[in-house]
């Protein structure tokens, strides 16, 4: 009896040995991924989170406590005049406000690339 390909895909996809291997890539690429992430200048919010599910392993670079830069993190910025809405809280701290709206010049940033070194495993 023949099996197609995706029956195959499936049948070895659920091994045990499949299975622990995809575990054991994902750590060590996950520890990559963090190591890099870890040299950049700005410890911030932004955390490696990794995790297997049915078949594949994910690796994600998450921000969601923070800024949700994550993106400017992996990638960097091409900086430039940004305008943003500032207003001091009374603590004396920046805060976004709907008025007070000033230009700010940005530096471009290198991104960090800790999710294209997990991927290269470098």
Do not use: C, W
Request: glycine share 8%; hydrophobic share 40%.
């Amino acid at each position: 009896m023949l099996v197609t390909d995706k029956k195959m895909n499936d049948i070895v996809s659920k091994l045990p040995q499949v299975r622990g291997e995809v575990e054991a890539q994902t750590l060590r690429r996950a520890s990559v991924a963090a190591a890099r992430l870890a040299q950049h200048r700005d410890r911030g919010d932004a955390q490696i989170e990794s995790f297997v599910a049915f078949t594949d392993g994910y690796i994600v670079l998450s921000d969601e406590r923070g800024f949700k830069a994550a993106a400017a993190i992996e990638y960097g910025t091409h900086g430039g005049d940004v305008k943003v809405r500032v207003k001091k809280d009374k603590q004396g701290r920046n805060r976004v406000s709907k008025s007070d709206v000033r230009v700010v010049h940005r530096k471009p940033t290198k991104g960090v690339g800790a999710l294209r070194a997990a991927a290269a495993l470098e």
